[in-house]
């Protein structure tokens, strides 16, 4: 019984606060420093680039740097239809970013 009363004053609590934020202008509180946001309409990682079906997770062990470097429980995307495979684009970019690290600091060499 208890339990129940604080549940409807929870949803109640919520229910009130979204209505006063609703009806409240926060425009003029905020600063106007001309920056605007812009946005990219991505595709989706979760759709097979070649064909469009839905993209499946299989987890990987990601060698980098001729195995000096382990990423271990790496998500690749395979498509059960077309079996095309695909990295996630923040798993290939920091993979990118440990490599230059690397060259950067000499513990690799630059491939000819």
Known sequence: MKTKRIRELKANLYKTEAEVWDKRDTSQQMKDDDAWFTF????????????????????????????????????????????????????????????ATALKVGLVKQAA
């Open 40 to 99: 990219e309409i991505a595709p989706h990682e979760d759709r097979c680039s070649r064909c469009g079906s839905q993209m499946r997770a299989q987890a990987i062990d990601l060698h980098l740097l001729g195995n000096r470097v382990t990423l271990h429980h790496i998500q690749l995307l395979v498509c059960p239809t077309c079996q095309h495979v695909q990295m996630p684009r923040a798993v290939e970019q920091f993979s990118k970013e440990i490599e």
